[in-house]
């Protein structure tokens, strides 16, 4: 008997961790797409014509704080780091890739992607190894 009990939790702790994982994929392209997927508009220096953009210093941060807070929430709700930080890695990378891919003239967008997915790797693996750290302590 205490088989099967043990065999019915892991069987629907997969299935949280799966459903958890889609949500955490959608919520990810959602928190690309908000800050900084919707926005293509480039800014014109009227003095000295150089262009920059899409993207503006406080979008990037906003994503970021938001990125931050799912990687804490999903952590709090008990999604291991090997689902997270993977799943928010690929999902904001390949949301990034698609829009760089069509407005790319240079063919660099694949460097930026590398980029984008190192960056991922490393701030969600971070913030979720902080978060587990504090969530542990606050257990003891």
Same mark, same amino acid.
């Given at each position: 008997?205490?088989?099967? &009990?043990?065999? !019915?939790?892991?069987? #629907? ?9 889609? /949500?955490?994929? +959608?919520? !990810?392209? =959602? ?17 000295t014509? &150089? ?7 406080? &979008? ?8 931050? %807070?799912? =990687?804490?929430?999903? !952590? $709090? ?5 090997? %689902?997270?930080?993977?799943? $928010? #890695?690929?999902?904001?990378?390949? =949301?990034? #890739?698609?829009? *760089? ?5 240079s063919?660099?967008? +694949? %460097? +930026? *992607?590398?980029? /984008? *997915?190192?960056?991922m /790797? %490393? +701030? ?8 587990? !750290?504090?969530?542990?302590?606050? &257990?003891?």
């Amino acid at each position: 008997m205490d088989h099967r &009990q043990d065999a !019915t939790g892991s069987a #629907s702790n997969r299935v949280r961790s799966v459903l958890g994982a889609v /949500v955490l994929a +959608g919520l !990810t392209i =959602a928190t690309w797409w908000s800050w900084l997927g919707s926005d293509t508009t480039y800014q014109v220096d009227p003095v000295t014509g &150089q262009r920059t953009g899409p993207y503006e210093a406080w &979008q990037v941060a906003g994503c970021v704080l938001c990125l931050v %807070v799912l =990687a804490v929430v999903a !952590t $709090m709700i008990g999604l291991h780091q090997w %689902v997270v930080v993977p799943v $928010m #890695s690929v999902a904001f990378t390949v =949301a990034w #890739s698609g829009a *760089a891919i069509a407005a790319d003239r240079s063919g660099l967008w +694949g %460097v +930026g *992607a590398v980029m /984008v *997915a190192v960056g991922m /790797v %490393v +701030g969600s693996y971070v913030v979720v190894s902080a978060a587990r !750290t504090v969530l542990a302590r606050r &257990q003891r």
